[in-house]
């Protein structure tokens, strides 16, 4: 899993540094700014001015200007080097002692100012003391389990406090109150503000060389057990997941997002945010590594190097060229978040997004890429360019610069494979119907819908008609030879229609429904044209393809009048008088539209009511001219004209009579003789001519349905008369007449039947009649009597109502006002209401006649 995240360049080569004293060894570094100082273990410090300088191809150089050196005259090595720029002092540790330097001359100060006693120092990064000219050292002393706060100013050094420790200090770095500490046994946090300690993780000084190092606010990099390099914070708990590098580390730094590690042999490189070793280094003989302000220096005893980090954006570009897109994320995202500005970040963090997003789609990691094509808010037709043809031709879409991928086409990226291809465009398919409807569709919705349509037109896809049925901006240059290309011709009227041209549309599907086209798209095509033709508000049009359809299915072809919409402007083409006229030739299509009018739409005109009855009676007399048995058909022609004979009664009834009274069509003349109100004829024909009983009773019922209950009874009567005729004498009769009283008792008047009947009927024959007769009878008299019982009761309240009232006194005066019309009384004449109101009988009156307007009064109930 490596990535290339440094480069190891050459600062200072032997010749340059030691040249021939090749007992002479590098035993500390420090750099400043430009200023680079290398302490040596025969008592010299080395001052160099790097110059640092970029290549043609972009790799960095450093050139080392030697600037002098001093031999402090000690005879011992030169343990340790801090510089403290903003004084311009140079702290050297050598021989157990502290000494400040000029930074330029390497002089030491006049004051001679030193700190004596000292086996370490390190200097805190987050000093509790505000003076930026004073510089906090913590410091091991040789005393036994000692650590030394000191604030070191240009020429003088001054000892602030003094802690004690568990045991003796063999590393320190310090934050703020807080040090970091490498005991002889174990690492502790110690707050030298508090004297609190805590002990952290043991470790053998023995075996290994502790690490100690302070890389952040609060926060520590130590040399753990087992190989592993421990975060840990002043809290002494640890934030990070521990790296392992190898057993015999004698160095570590941080360049973040990673951790850099050195041993005998290598340097290695960790990421902080996956663990991973990320790249190795080969560096023999290495003994130095620190970190300078970022800047990340090695050192073996004759050499000096730095370590150059390569751009974040270059090592994410890397892993990505590996198709390591989940590295290349997760060091995008919390590696180069914090070291590049916000508004480069935005713009390379999009980038990034899109071209793992490429990837992943070429690996058809569908749902992943859909996810970094949203978040990289990428340009969706970077995406589409990869389909051939399926851009619009008049589009001007160039790809990004530098590409966002190395593809020339899904051909290439997939290598030929078809099923590739068709997965490929399955996404598509998705991904751009998710978006067309969102912000990111904003600008190109043309190009989203075009390609669409023929993505779904290729796969013989089903949402090809869902698209186009909703609203959309298909190009009709690129779509229209598209869809022909497919055979897609009911589609493509679709289209056509979406654009306004609905006459287009129209000659397309006709000639799919005649043959003159291939597109099963729609096996009712017919039916949709139709459809199609009564919602149309294009009445021109309408007429132009009525014919067509009317020739093809007259039933079907109907409803491009019977269904238009009833609240269409009924312009004088399409009138239902022109309509009527027009269908003359086609017979079935004529009756169709005119029980359209009468049954569903209601309308009150007396010729279409007899315009359809005659068209019934045609068809019935055709059917009945015709030889054979009774058929299916002329029953249910039968039905349909007696029900309109029944509920209509607005069509020419002579007219009709005329027509018939030649023929056998006796129920429908009885029905007409009805609605002449020559009811005798009618129960006549059905009693003596159909001999049909209970039709005649059926007669009776409808025909007096919704009338007053003598209406029924006088019918009832005429039947009862018909059946009982002295000179008429036929059992079936006499039964039909006992049969109609005791069924319909309730409908007769029993004082006029018992007048009717044959006296040489039993009374057992009439029992159920008679019995019906005497409890309707009884009943109606116990609810006269109970009603006129309620009314004398309501009329005796009243009576008493109007006593009581009457008992009150009432005092007029001609002070008092009229409560209508607020005028004095000047007669003693007034209406008094129940509530105590008094008004001028006149205003009464008148309000009485008025009273909608005043609910208020209510109608007088005394008058004095």
Same mark, same amino acid.
């Given at each position: 899993?490596s990535?290339?995240?440094?480069?190891?360049?050459?600062?200072l080569?032997?010749?340059?540094?030691i040249?021939d004293?090749?007992?002479?060894?590098?035993?500390?570094?420090?750099?400043? !700014?430009?200023n680079?100082?290398?302490?040596?273990s025969?008592c010299?410090i080395y001052?160099?001015?790097?110059?640092?300088?970029?290549?043609?191809?972009?790799?960095l150089?450093?050139?080392?200007?030697?600037?002098?050196?001093?031999?402090?005259?000690?005879?011992k090595?030169v343990?340790?080097?801090?510089?403290a720029?903003?004084?311009?002092r140079?702290? +050297?540790?050598c021989?157990?002692?502290?000494?400040?330097?000029?930074?330029?001359?390497?002089?030491?100060?006049?004051s001679?100012a030193?700190i004596?006693?000292?086996?370490a120092?390190a200097?805190?990064?987050?000093?509790?003391?505000g003076?930026?000219?004073?510089?906090?050292?913590c410091?091991?002393?040789?005393?036994?389990?000692?650590?030394?706060?000191y604030a +070191?100013?240009?020429?003088r050094?001054?000892?602030?406090?003094?802690?004690?420790?568990?045991?003796?200090?063999?590393a320190i770095?310090a934050? !703020?109150?807080?040090l970091?500490?490498?005991?002889?046994?174990?690492?502790?946090?110690?707050?030298?503000?508090?004297?609190?300690?805590?002990?952290?993780?043991?470790?053998?000084?023995?075996?290994?060389r502790?690490?100690?190092k302070?890389?952040?606010?609060?926060?520590?990099?130590?040399? !753990?057990p087992?190989a592993?390099?421990?975060?840990?914070?002043a809290?002494?708990?640890?934030q990070?997941?521990?790296?392992?590098?190898?057993?015999?580390?004698?160095g570590?730094?941080?360049?973040?997002p990673? +951790?850099?590690?050195?041993?005998?042999e290598?340097?290695?490189?960790?990421?902080m945010?996956?663990?991973q070793k990320?790249q190795?280094?080969?560096?023999?003989?290495?003994?130095i590594?620190?970190?300078?302000?970022?800047?990340?220096?090695l050192?073996?005893?004759k050499?000096?190097?730095?370590?150059?980090?390569?751009p974040?954006?270059?090592?994410?570009?890397?892993?990505?060229?590996?198709?390591?897109?989940?590295?290349?994320?997760?060091?995008?995202?919390? !590696?180069?978040?914090r070291?590049i500005?916000?508004?480069?970040?935005?713009?390379?963090?999009r980038?990034?997004l899109?071209?793992a997003?490429?990837?992943?789609f070429g690996q058809l990691?569908?749902?992943?890429?859909k996810?970094?094509?949203?978040?990289?808010q990428l340009?969706?037709?970077?995406?589409?360019?990869?389909?051939?043809?399926?851009?619009p031709?008049?589009?001007?879409?160039?790809?990004?610069?530098?590409?966002?991928?190395?593809?020339a086409?899904?051909?290439?990226?997939?290598?030929?494979?078809?099923?590739?291809i068709?997965k490929?465009?399955?996404?598509?398919?998705s991904?751009?119907?998710?978006?067309?409807s969102?912000e990111?569709?904003?600008?190109?919705?043309?190009d989203?819908?075009?390609?669409?349509l023929?993505?779904?037109?290729?796969?013989?896809?089903?949402?090809l008609?869902?698209?186009?049925v909703?609203e959309n901006s298909?190009?009709?240059v690129?779509?229209?030879?598209?869809?022909?290309?497919h055979?897609?011709?009911?589609?493509?009227g679709?289209?056509?229609?979406h654009n306004?041209?609905n006459e287009?549309?129209?000659?397309?599907?006709?000639?799919?429904?005649?043959?003159?086209?291939?597109?099963?798209?729609?096996?009712?095509?017919?039916?949709?044209i139709?459809?199609?033709?009564?919602f149309c508000?294009?009445?021109?049009?309408?007429w132009?393809?009525a014919?067509?359809?009317?020739?093809?299915n007259?039933?079907?072809?109907?409803?491009?009048?019977?269904?238009?919409?009833?609240?269409?402007?009924?312009?004088?083409?399409?009138?239902p008088?022109?309509?009527v006229?027009?269908l003359?030739?086609?017979k079935?299509?004529v009756?169709?539209?005119?029980e359209?009018?009468v049954?569903?739409?209601?309308?009150?005109?007396?010729?279409?009511?007899t315009?359809?009855?005659?068209?019934?009676l045609?068809k019935?007399?055709?059917l009945?001219?015709?030889?054979?048995?009774?058929?299916?058909?002329?029953?249910?022609a039968?039905?349909?004209?007696?029900?309109?004979?029944? #509920?209509s009664n607005?069509?020419?009834?002579h007219l009709?009579l005329?027509?018939?009274?030649?023929?056998?069509?006796?129920?429908?003349?009885?029905?007409?003789h009805?609605?002449?109100?020559?009811?005798?004829?009618?129960?006549?024909?059905?009693? #003596?001519k159909?001999?049909?009983?209970?039709?005649?009773?059926?007669y009776?019922?409808?025909?007096?349905?919704g009338k007053?209950?003598?209406?029924?009874q006088r019918l009832f009567?005429?039947l009862?008369a018909?059946?009982? #005729?002295?000179g008429?004498?036929?059992?079936a009769?006499?039964?039909?007449?006992?049969?109609?009283?005791?069924?319909?008792?309730v409908?007769f008047?029993?004082?006029?039947?018992?007048q009717?009947?044959p006296?040489?009927?039993?009374?057992?024959?009439l029992s159920?009649?008679l019995?019906?007769?005497?409890?309707g009878?009884?009943?109606?008299?116990?609810?006269?009597?109970?009603?006129?019982?309620l009314a004398r009761?309501?009329?005796?309240n009243?009576k008493y109502?109007?006593?009581?009232?009457?008992g009150?006194?009432?005092t007029?005066?001609?002070?008092?006002?009229?409560?209508?019309?607020?005028?004095?009384?000047?007669?003693?004449?007034? +209406?008094?209401?129940?509530d105590?109101r008094?008004?001028?009988?006149?205003?009464a009156?008148k309000?009485?006649?008025?009273?909608?307007?005043?609910?208020?009064?209510?109608?007088?109930r005394n008058?004095l």
């Amino acid at each position: 899993m490596s990535v290339k995240a440094f480069e190891l360049v050459p600062v200072l080569g032997q010749d340059l540094l030691i040249g021939d004293k090749t007992w002479m060894s590098i035993d500390c570094i420090e750099c400043c !700014g430009k200023n680079l100082y290398v302490g040596t273990s025969d008592c010299c410090i080395y001052h160099f001015l790097l110059e640092e300088k970029a290549s043609t191809s972009g790799r960095l150089a450093f050139t080392p200007t030697k600037q002098l050196h001093k031999y402090l005259g000690l005879k011992k090595a030169v343990n340790e080097l801090k510089a403290a720029s903003a004084m311009n002092r140079l702290m +050297v540790l050598c021989d157990n002692t502290v000494v400040l330097l000029n930074m330029i001359n390497l002089e030491p100060v006049q004051s001679g100012a030193k700190i004596r006693g000292i086996t370490a120092f390190a200097v805190n990064e987050n000093p509790v003391t505000g003076d930026p000219f004073c510089v906090e050292v913590c410091a091991i002393s040789m005393k036994r389990k000692t650590v030394q706060i000191y604030a +070191v100013h240009e020429d003088r050094v001054q000892l602030i406090k003094e802690v004690s420790t568990p045991e003796q200090p063999v590393a320190i770095a310090a934050d !703020g109150y807080f040090l970091c500490l490498a005991m002889s046994t174990q690492y502790i946090i110690l707050s030298y503000n508090t004297g609190t300690s805590q002990d952290l993780f043991p470790y053998n000084s023995e075996d290994k060389r502790p690490i100690v190092k302070r890389i952040g606010r609060e926060e520590f990099l130590l040399a !753990g057990p087992g190989a592993l390099g421990m975060f840990v914070t002043a809290a002494g708990i640890s934030q990070r997941a521990p790296v392992q590098w190898s057993e015999n580390v004698i160095g570590a730094a941080v360049c973040f997002p990673y +951790v850099v590690a050195l041993d005998e042999e290598f340097v290695t490189v960790h990421s902080m945010l996956d663990q991973q070793k990320k790249q190795t280094i080969p560096f023999r003989d290495g003994r130095i590594l620190q970190d300078f302000e970022g800047k990340l220096i090695l050192a073996t005893s004759k050499q000096v190097h730095i370590l150059v980090p390569l751009p974040l954006e270059k090592q994410i570009q890397d892993l990505l060229a590996s198709e390591r897109v989940e590295e290349a994320l997760l060091l995008l995202t919390k !590696g180069a978040r914090r070291n590049i500005p916000k508004e480069k970040f935005q713009g390379l963090h999009r980038r990034i997004l899109q071209q793992a997003g490429f990837i992943q789609f070429g690996q058809l990691q569908f749902l992943e890429a859909k996810e970094l094509f949203r978040t990289g808010q990428l340009d969706v037709r970077e995406l589409m360019s990869l389909y051939p043809l399926l851009l619009p031709s008049t589009s001007t879409f160039i790809r990004s610069h530098p590409p966002l991928h190395e593809y020339a086409d899904l051909n290439q990226l997939m290598q030929g494979d078809q099923e590739k291809i068709t997965k490929c465009k399955r996404f598509l398919m998705s991904y751009l119907n998710e978006i067309r409807s969102t912000e990111v569709a904003n600008g190109y919705k043309e190009d989203i819908d075009t390609a669409l349509l023929k993505l779904y037109a290729e796969a013989n896809h089903d949402s090809l008609l869902d698209l186009l049925v909703s609203e959309n901006s298909c190009l009709l240059v690129d779509s229209i030879p598209w869809l022909e290309k497919h055979k897609k011709y009911f589609a493509l009227g679709l289209l056509y229609h979406h654009n306004g041209q609905n006459e287009a549309a129209l000659q397309l599907w006709v000639k799919i429904v005649d043959g003159q086209l291939q597109d099963a798209t729609r096996s009712d095509l017919f039916e949709y044209i139709v459809d199609f033709l009564s919602f149309c508000p294009n009445h021109e049009l309408v007429w132009k393809y009525a014919d067509w359809a009317l020739l093809k299915n007259e039933e079907v072809g109907i409803q491009i009048f019977t269904r238009r919409p009833l609240d269409e402007n009924q312009t004088s083409c399409m009138n239902p008088d022109d309509i009527v006229n027009y269908l003359h030739k086609y017979k079935k299509a004529v009756v169709v539209y005119l029980e359209h009018l009468v049954f569903e739409r209601n309308i009150q005109k007396e010729k279409y009511h007899t315009h359809l009855a005659v068209l019934y009676l045609d068809k019935v007399l055709g059917l009945y001219s015709q030889a054979g048995n009774i058929s299916e058909e002329l029953i249910s022609a039968r039905r349909s004209f007696k029900n309109l004979l029944q #509920h209509s009664n607005l069509y020419r009834v002579h007219l009709l009579l005329g027509k018939i009274k030649d023929t056998d069509l006796y129920m429908e003349c009885a029905i007409l003789h009805g609605k002449l109100e020559e009811h005798e004829k009618a129960l006549e024909i059905l009693v #003596h001519k159909l001999k049909d009983f209970q039709a005649a009773e059926d007669y009776c019922l409808w025909n007096s349905h919704g009338k007053d209950p003598s209406c029924r009874q006088r019918l009832f009567h005429m039947l009862l008369a018909l059946y009982l #005729h002295p000179g008429v004498t036929s059992d079936a009769l006499a039964m039909a007449g006992v049969d109609l009283l005791n069924n319909r008792a309730v409908e007769f008047d029993a004082i006029r039947v018992l007048q009717l009947v044959p006296e040489n009927w039993s009374i057992q024959l009439l029992s159920p009649f008679l019995t019906r007769a005497m409890r309707g009878s009884f009943h109606s008299k116990c609810t006269a009597e109970l009603s006129s019982g309620l009314a004398r009761s309501e009329n005796l309240n009243y009576k008493y109502a109007k006593v009581k009232s009457r008992g009150n006194i009432i005092t007029l005066s001609d002070k008092k006002v009229c409560q209508v019309c607020r005028d004095f009384f000047t007669e003693p004449v007034f +209406v008094r209401y129940p509530d105590g109101r008094l008004a001028h009988i006149q205003c009464a009156t008148k309000l009485h006649s008025l009273s909608a307007t005043d609910q208020n009064f209510a109608s007088p109930r005394n008058q004095l």
